[in-house]
């Protein structure tokens, strides 16, 4: 928070330990320390700044924080369940700030990318970040409760951290926590209200060599329970997160019936 109040980068210049602040310096590293400590209130909302895949990203109380540990697999290309050269459309459902999306682009220079949320607000958010990082022509915007609004196409990637969060686990979140928009973190009883439309209905626009990669965190042993026969991939991460699995065209195809029963 010190560095974003004195309008420093992360790597800056160790010379800058010499320096004097300036009394209005001061005044702002102290009023956002105040905001910090005195109303909990998370650093990313006080600076307006989030990192996420080695890219910063605007961030306000109308969008939830970056953390997903699927910024790991974005930066590997999702190898080896992909091929680089062969991941021409993606798709992110539910993309709040479109940090997701907006990763996705830069890792597939040649794609174009649909990014979809439910939230107006939301998405005013994802085109301040469409706007900073200059993909006006390749990433597609669209208001959108899950496919309904999403252009019917063939998408070579689906990805999603959706709403994972059980009722009740959201009454027992922390106060800071539950200073980020509700609408993207609330899934009903068991976490699974979004995931499960969206298992229904991804093979329409997965298309035959795609992947549906979806972080359900919390809430994946429920989910495992609702579909016992369904083989799940669970990735493991190097720097730590879970609860996000793999499904190809092929097994979506295979198993739409066990969705459908859902």
């Given amino acids: ?7 420093l980068p992360p790597d800056f210049s160790e010379n800058y330990f010499y320096c004097r ?11 956002y320390y105040q905001q910090r400590i ?12 989030a990192w996420f895949a080695g890219m910063s ?12 540990p699927l910024a790991e697999l974005i930066q590997e290309r999702f190898s080896p369940w992909v091929m680089d050269e062969e991941v021409h459309n993606i798709l992110e459902l539910c993309t709040g700030s479109a940090c997701i999306a907006i990763a996705c682009a830069h890792a597939f220079e040649h794609a174009n990318v649909v990014a979809s949320d439910i939230s107006a607000d939301a998405l ?3 085109e301040i970040n469409r706007h900073n990082h200059g993909l006006e022509d390749r990433l597609e915007l669209v208001q959108s409760d899950l496919f309904e609004h999403v252009p019917n196409r063939q998408y070579d990637l689906i990805i999603s951290n959706p709403p994972y969060i059980s009722e009740q686990e959201m009454t027992e979140l922390s106060d800071e926590l539950k200073l980020e928009p509700a609408l993207g973190l609330v899934a009903g009883e068991q976490g699974l209200d979004i995931v499960i439309p969206m298992l ?5 626009f997965l298309s035959d060599s795609g992947i549906l990669v979806v972080e359900v965190g919390y809430s994946w042993p429920a989910l495992e329970a609702a579909l016992p026969n369904v083989p799940l991939l669970w990735l493991d991460f190097e720097f730590g997160g879970e609860g996000v699995f793999m499904l190809t065209a092929e097994q979506l195809d295979t198993y739409q019936d066990d969705f459908d029963a859902l």
């Fill in 1 to 7: 928070m010190c560095l974003s109040a004195l309008n």
């Fill in 21 to 31: 602040l300036t009394l209005a310096e001061r005044k702002k590293v102290l009023d």
């Fill in 38 to 49: 005195e109303q909990k209130k998370p650093a990313a909302y006080i600076t307006n700044e």
């Fill in 57 to 68: 990203f605007y961030v306000d109380e109308r969008v939830l924080i970056p953390r997903s």
């Fill in 124 to 126: 005013a958010v994802a």
């Fill in 200 to 204: 229904k209905c991804a093979r329409e």
